[in-house]
């Protein structure tokens, strides 16, 4: 992919901030950290016009919580179409945390992650969403 050079001029303020954000993020220079951000904004606004993305929803869930293992199947039985893949790993004796890999309208992967954060007994859950424009559609 061809690179494009170009200026930016930022009051003191934003560039202390993006520098900021160059090491908090241990990015290497400034046009990796303005690409990263450009790449999110893309991303979100793909999320916003309900676009196809991809994502993982993250759970760290209690292994012996009373019937959640059958919950948590029952809503990604309803979301077939959606989950590419899921793995499952042992934390510890209780806890355990599932990565699930899907592809979708982004409403659907949002509501998917919504229903299985929100059941008793997950202690934790994410979803992370990402353009899928160039990889999948």
């Not at 303020?13 to 090491?23: P, R």
């Not at 046009?31 to 676009?51: F, M, T």
């Not at 012996?64 to 004796?93: G, N």
């Not at 998917?112 to 559609?137: N, P, Y």
Request: aromatic fraction near 6%.
């Amino acid at each position: 992919m061809a690179v494009s050079r170009f200026g930016v001029s930022l009051e003191t303020e934003l560039l202390e901030a993006l520098d900021k954000y160059v090491t908090d993020n241990t990015f290497p220079n400034r046009s990796q950290a303005i690409r990263q951000l450009i790449e999110r904004n893309l991303a979100e606004k793909k999320w916003q016009c309900n676009h196809t993305v991809a994502g993982a929803v993250i759970l760290v869930y209690e292994h012996h919580k009373r019937e959640l293992s059958c919950k948590l199947m029952e809503v990604q039985h309803d979301y077939f179409a959606e989950i590419l893949a899921v793995q499952h790993f042992h934390l510890s004796h209780d806890l355990c945390m599932e990565i699930i890999a899907m592809k979708g309208q982004a409403y659907r992967l949002t509501e998917l992650a919504d229903k299985l954060i929100a059941l008793k007994g997950v202690r934790h859950g994410k979803l992370v969403m990402t353009r899928s424009d160039e990889i999948i559609d």
